[in-house]
């Protein structure tokens, strides 16, 4: 055969990259080229490779010879190739059997007698050629640094005759035994590690070095017991970057690995649960593993405590396992630990690393070796995953294409579009409504609880579980969701710098659903803001309807609740703040006599939201439609006047598909027109019949409608059973005219409630200006004789 393949290893710093020798024999002017970046030393190996074959007694062939050193775009340096060009040439041409190279690297300079010279870089070489699977032949000088790569086939040769005679099958070499720097498991303890017993010890050297006999008496003791020594204690470590490779058989291979390195090396491995150390879905590369949440962090705070003494062992599967970081960092991680006196050891090799080692110098470029592979693998995982990410975001921010399966809780991902889970999106709904009504965020997580509404968990099928441990509602769940901009449809592309994620450009504007708008979320937004400003405490389920809203006629102070128990014994009442203390004569009013009045100033504001909810909603979705509507009617249009100028079936089809949409978007219309008109109250009955002030969150929600509106109410007792009250603007767009910010009084007497109307004049100026908000309703009055009529939030006799 004319063409043959040698492996070998080149040096580039701690690394040693595969090179293949190719040598191919053809027909020609006897020449011997060498190409693949060869260096000087490499060059003139020819001259050397040629005299040694002819003084090993093996036959030179006449032929033009090509020989390339892959790959190519690597320098070669040195004559640690010239074994394997020699064994190319010999292989090529049928004097060494070609298969036998399979499995074997070579490494070696040849003399000119046959004779195999040391060259360096030989232990990072033996490292590689164990991963690759193959046994490594090496000059007799080298044998015992090769060696140190545990598990690795080692072939000592002196001469390159020994080397084809073994490939020959004509007398085979036996491996290179282990040197003696591999620590052997001693069969039986020894003396030196029992813990104390200084005298007994002593007496058994004694007795040992002079062949004494020894007898032990002791008075207390019915018989003799011999002190066994302490194990020393070892404690397994396993990380996972994901939590799906733990489903597979690593942890099981992972942990049966530190059982079998204890047993055989006299350990004993620490297995209860404080001292059983897995991270799942931590990578070593960000450092996550070593925070305070990782096991590997809370490893180290048990060293630091410790809690974990000196002279342990920490079990790994290899130095990734403990850190992916850069050199310089998880090269100065492993020292640290090794400081505190912890033994690391890894069970891929079942290398020790011990700052006790006598070769801890080159313990430490092993790892220098290892650990920059891993980070480079890391690193260059990361810049592909980085990279692909960075084109999901352009397509995100291009057509607002889903980058990813993961999307908020209150939508799924279904056939590459986001949709809202519907009963979520009713939550949050009611979360932003009982914001707004006055609600706080522990009020709302306990009404949310008490109705056995569960918390959000995620929408993948990966992950059904709540997002606490508790499984219910807390303040923090309410509060990222009244703050969360992607219930308006915004996404935030973010990515990572370093290991800081920043926001990458600006937000994404109708990338999600859009399921609370714009109005509800500023709305919520201030409503908060006005209990954190006003201090708002606890709210009890009796809530005060008149809370920041009621004022002393007479000096301008606040009305308080003042609760002395119930009838018939005690009342609950409004009081003047400063008639508690004796500044003010304004008497107290007792809170059920104020129901009918709060229910009657509700009747001259704009308060249909109380019963109908927010009908802006309704408004903007039919918007949309009728939108949908005309753009379906006019491509309507376009098909029928192409399909009567050209008919076919095509056109037929798009015909009645544009027939079926147009119904379909003029009954949604329809019905939401319908909505809207059910909005309506014809009169004040109607409207009392509807209105709920019984429940806590209706009551809070009338209040809060009266503060957004910027309603005041002064009240003045004349009587115990008559008081009146006057209703005026204080929204920032009021006049400031003292007499056209009054909107109108109400008179309670005698249970019965009367409302006193402002001149008309005044009273519709007032509507023009935008200081009354009348509800759209038809109601008469009689007063002096006069009809007066609210219609369309006009004032007219």
């Not at 079998?260 to 004993?268: D, P, Q, S, V």
């Not at 290892?370 to 592909?384: C, L």
């Not at 102070?557 to 005690?570: S, T, V, Y």
Request: charged fraction near 25%; glycine fraction near 8%; aromatic fraction near 6%.
């Amino acid at each position: 055969m004319s063409l043959a393949l040698v492996h070998s290893r080149a040096q580039v710093g701690v690394l040693a990259p595969a090179v293949s020798v190719e040598t191919h024999l053809a027909n020609g002017l006897p020449s011997l080229t060498l190409v693949g970046l060869p260096e000087a030393t490499v060059k003139e190996s020819k001259d050397r490779v040629r005299s040694a074959i002819v003084n090993a007694g093996l036959d030179y062939p006449a032929r033009r010879i090509t020989q390339n050193l892959a790959p190519a775009d690597l320098p070669k340096d040195g004559g640690r190739y010239d074994l394997a060009i020699a064994l190319g040439i010999l292989a090529a041409n049928g004097q060494v059997p070609v298969a036998t190279l399979d499995d074997i690297e070579c490494l070696g300079e040849l003399a000119l007698s046959g004779a195999l010279r040391p060259v360096q870089g030989v232990l990072p070489a033996a490292l590689a050629a164990r991963d690759a699977g193959r046994a490594l032949v090496v000059p007799r000088e080298n044998a015992e640094e090769a060696s140190l790569a545990s598990g690795l086939v080692v072939y000592a040769v002196g001469h390159l005759q020994e080397l084809v005679a073994h490939l020959s099958g004509q007398l085979p070499l036996a491996p290179y035994a282990a040197n003696g720097l591999l620590l052997e498991q001693r069969p039986y303890p020894d003396l030196s590690e029992v813990q104390g017993q200084v005298a007994a010890k002593r007496a058994l050297l004694v007795a040992a070095a002079g062949a004494h006999n020894l007898l032990r008496l002791c008075n207390n003791a019915p018989k003799p017991q011999r002190a066994s020594p302490m194990k020393p204690k070892a404690y397994s470590y396993i990380r996972f970057s994901s939590p799906e490779q733990a489903k597979g058989d690593s942890y099981r291979r992972q942990r049966a690995a530190a059982l079998k390195y204890c047993a055989e090396n006299g350990l004993e491995l620490a297995d209860t649960k404080e001292y059983r150390f897995f991270d799942s879905g931590r990578s070593a590369y960000t450092g996550k593993h070593i925070s305070d949440e990782g096991e590997f962090g809370r490893f180290l705070s048990l060293v630091k405590e410790d809690r974990i003494k000196p002279g342990s062992f920490l079990l790994v599967e290899s130095l990734d396992r403990l850190s992916r970081d850069k050199v310089n960092i998880a090269l100065g991680q492993l020292l640290n630990l090794l400081g505190t006196g912890i033994k690391v050891v890894t069970l891929s090799d079942k290398r020790t690393y011990s700052n006790d080692s006598p070769d801890l110098a080159t313990e430490l470029i092993v790892s220098i070796a290892v650990m920059m592979r891993a980070h480079n693998e890391s690193s260059e995982k990361g810049n592909r995953v980085a990279e692909a990410w960075r084109k999901k975001r352009e397509l995100a921010r291009s057509d607002k294409t889903p980058n990813g399966a993961a999307c908020p809780y209150w939508l799924k991902l279904v056939d590459g579009a986001h949709q809202p889970v519907q009963e979520r999106v009713d939550v949050i709904r009611r979360i932003f409504d009982m914001t707004i009504a006055g609600y706080g965020q522990t009020a709302i997580s306990r009404k949310l609880n008490e109705d056995g509404i569960p918390v959000f968990g995620s929408t993948r099928s990966t992950r059904e579980k709540p997002r606490n441990k508790s499984g219910l509602w807390g303040t923090s769940s309410v509060q990222k969701i009244l703050q969360n901009r992607a219930l308006l449809g915004e996404y935030q592309p973010t990515h990572l710098i370093g290991r800081v994620r920043q926001n990458d450009g600006d937000p994404i504007q109708g990338y999600y659903p859009e399921v609370i708008t714009q109005d509800v979320f500023l709305q919520a937004k201030a409503a908060r803001a006005q209990r954190q400003t006003s201090g708002s405490t606890k709210q009890s389920r009796n809530f005060n309807i008149w809370q920041g809203i009621a004022k002393c006629q007479l000096c301008g102070d606040a009305m308080h609740l003042i609760n002395k128990g119930r009838p018939p014994k005690g009342y609950t009442y409004l009081q003047c703040y400063s008639t508690k203390k004796g500044k003010c004569g304004n008497g107290s009013i007792r809170i059920e006599q104020t129901e009918a009045v709060f229910k009657e100033i509700l009747t001259n504001v704009d308060s249909m939201s109380l019963i109908h909810g927010r009908s802006a909603e309704v408004r903007k979705n039919l918007e949309v439609e009728e939108g949908k509507l005309a753009l379906i009617a006019n491509k309507l249009e376009q098909a029928i006047e192409a399909h009567t100028a050209y008919p076919s079936l095509s056109g037929a089809k798009l015909l009645h598909d544009l027939e079926e949409e147009h119904t379909k978007i003029l009954a949604a219309r329809d019905d939401l027109r319908g909505q809207l008109a059910s909005h309506r109250v014809i009169n004040k009955d109607d409207y009392f019949e509807q209105l709920d002030l019984v429940t806590y969150e209706r009551r809070a929600a009338a209040n809060g409608l009266l503060k957004r509106l910027g309603i005041q109410v002064q009240l003045k007792r004349d009587n115990p059973s008559r008081f009146q009250c006057r209703v005026l603007d204080k929204s920032d767009e009021a006049t400031t005219d003292e007499i056209q910010q009054i909107l109108f009084g109400v008179l309670y007497e005698d249970g019965k409630v009367t409302t006193q109307a402002l001149d008309p004049d005044i009273f519709n100026r007032q509507v023009e200006q935008g200081v009354i908000s009348s509800i759209a309703a038809i109601r008469e009055q009689e007063e002096d004789g006069v009809g007066w009529q609210w219609f369309s939030g006009k004032l007219t006799r």
